[in-house]
Antibody
Framework: QVQLVQSGAEVKKPGASVKVSCKASEYTFTDYYIHWVRQAPGQGLEWMGWINTNSGVTNSALKFYGRVTMTRDTSDSTAYMELGSLRSDDTALYYC??????????????WGQGTTVTVSS | SYELTQPPSVSVSPGQTASISCFGDKLGDKAACWYQQKPGQSPLLVIYYDTQRPSGIPERFSGSNSGNTATLTISGTQAMDEADYYCQAWVGSTVVFGGGTKLTVL
């Protein structure tokens, strides 16, 4: 079935970087954006950015400009999100989700299982 | 920056109708989506394009969007509907989520 499977939990020290992967299956990878959304403990959903998996163009929330890098490997149907200069308040559950490129109004219809990133000295 | 505002909590009795609002400037000019998130689970899309239900979402879930407010309505609310609900819209080339509403069925 259509799914997004994310990489496993990470523990990082402040100032380090983390790279999370999101592998897609059972659909045409390049027809959909991959969005990255995070959720701090007990908090709401926070959109981080998207990558157009067809063109490779990315866009991120202002808050993450210069700190987040989104890439993809179309040969492996996998998207990646790297967040640098980690701080303790980056501790969160990070989700990838897909959204149809042609019609943004269709929402984010498939989500990964989430990847826990813990930032601690 | 653009904000979507939701009430922090809504309570409803089983079998009654629950309404969750989402306020944003000229939100009716954009397409609103709604997500349900239960504890320990990933979000689930329940409404897209203001009023459309994805396959597998029960008919008791419906949506509307006009003016500055989008509304998620759950008719005949069941205990299994207790969850956090988030509205979402595209603003230009960015995505915005509301702060979330905790729906309690009691």
């Amino acid at each position: 079935q259509v799914q997004l499977v994310q990489s496993g939990a990470e523990v990082k020290k402040p100032g380090a970087s983390v790279k999370v992967s999101c592998k897609a299956s059972e659909y045409t990878f390049t027809d959909y954006y991959i969005h990255w959304v995070r959720q701090a403990p007990g908090q709401g959903l926070e959109w981080m950015g998207w990558i157009n998996t067809n063109s490779g163009v990315t866009n991120s929330a202002l808050k993450f400009y210069g700190r987040v890098t989104m890439t993809r490997d179309t040969s492996d149907s996998t998207a990646y999100m790297e967040l640098g200069s980690l701080r303790s308040d980056d501790t969160a559950l990070y989700y990838c989700a897909r959204g149809l490129i042609a019609i943004s109004a269709y929402g984010l219809d498939v989500w990964g299982q989430g990847t826990t990133v813990t930032v601690s000295s | 920056s653009y904000e979507l505002t939701q009430p922090p909590s809504v309570s409803v009795s089983p079998g009654q109708t629950a309404s969750i609002s989402c306020f944003g400037d000229k939100l009716g000019d954009k397409a609103a989506c709604w997500y349900q998130q239960k504890p320990g689970q990933s979000p689930l899309l329940v409404i897209y394009y203001d009023t459309q239900r994805p396959s597998g979402i029960p008919e008791r879930f419906s949506g509307s969007n006009s003016g500055n407010t989008a509304t998620l309505t759950i008719s005949g609310t069941q205990a299994m509907d207790e969850a956090d609900y988030y509205c979402q819209a595209w603003v230009g080339s960015t995505v915005v989520f509301g702060g979330g509403t905790k729906l309690t069925v009691l």
